[in-house]
């Protein structure tokens, strides 16, 4: 933010791994004068005050927010229109809504659900960061720094709204872009929520596997850890996250299904060129991308 800007007083609604870390990573860049916090969790806001990660603690989300120049909702996002309904009565009229949710239509309507229309000073956000970890514990200043944060702006969009929410990401180092809602969802329906679908449903089939306790993970390597890190994150938030974007996920998994069972079928007829051809494909066009992934 421009050096000489005042320093926003900010609330955060649900203190969380994200909502958490982007508190640390404002306060470090110090462009924020208080904190306030809420969550549903009594241990997280003493948490969240123990490490100084807030400056107060609401007694309800109204009371957080209340005062606040910018709000941010950072709950599962089937917890988003509930949390947002619980803030109203505490937001003014200048108060700047915004999110941090893994889905943004479903959050969209969420808002819409709440407010009967979408406030032009609420900002759709979405940080292309995170852990398998999940509380106030595990929050980093430094999380977002150097990821992407995207913006999707609606029609009835505050621009001056939308230039705060996308410094305020700016100042945690994190590089921000913006795109639609729909096209958002369809973009990490591919990139992050089908890969987390199927790393729990494959370390979900191993484990009903007989020897698994004795033999099959005792003598898992490093590929193993590598392929399923992501199925020791947040149960809830993911089942929330897949539940919100269910149908672009669906359709991808559909396509899965149909790419395994055509492996499935080289396998059962010795088709190992046609295989081997896949695997080839495949690395070429990890290595192509690798530089661009975050």
């Known amino acids: 933010m421009n050096a000489s800007a005042p320093a926003i007083r900010l609330a955060v609604v649900g203190l969380g791994l994200i909502g958490g870390s982007l508190a640390r990573a404002l306060r470090d860049a110090g462009v924020v ?71 943004k239509q479903s959050v969209l309507d ?50 001056e709204a939308l230039a705060t929410v996308e410094a305020l990401w700016a100042a945690t180092g994190a590089r921000v872009v913006k795109m639609d809602a729909t096209r958002h969802d369809a973009i990490f329906a591919a990139t992050s929520h089908l890969p987390h679908l199927l790393a729990y449903s494959f370390v979900d089939m191993l484990d009903q596997l007989e020897g698994a306790d004795a033999d099959i993970f005792p003598n898992a390597g490093g590929g193993f850890r590598d392929f399923t890190r992501i199925a020791s994150s947040s149960p809830r938030m993911w089942h929330d996250i897949l539940r919100a974007n269910a149908q672009p996920v669906a359709e991808l998994l559909r396509r899965q299904i149909d790419e395994l069972s055509r ?3 080289m396998i059962e007829t010795d088709r190992w060129d046609e295989m081997r051809a896949v ?16």
């Open 279 to 294: 695997f080839e494909r495949a690395r070429a066009a990890r290595e192509r991308h690798l530089t661009r992934i975050e």
């Open 33 to 103: 004068s208080e904190i306030a916090g809420y969550d549903r969790d009594p241990e997280q806001i003493r948490l969240a005050l123990e490490l100084g990660v807030i400056d107060r603690a609401g007694t309800d989300a109204a009371d957080a927010v209340h005062g606040a120049d910018v709000a941010v909702i950072a709950v599962p996002v089937l917890a988003t229109a509930a949390a947002i309904a619980e803030c109203k009565a505490g937001l003014g009229p200048d108060t700047i809504l915004t999110d941090v949710g893994s889905t």
């Open 263 to 265: 492996l499935l079928a």
């Open 110 to 159: 969420a808002v819409l659900s709440v407010f009967g229309d979408i406030p032009p000073r609420f900002v759709a956000a979405h940080p292309i960061a995170g852990t398998e970890k999940s509380g106030v514990a595990h929050a980093k200043a430094d999380l977002f720094r150097k990821h992407r944060l995207i913006l999707t702006p609606h029609p009835a969009q505050d621009a």
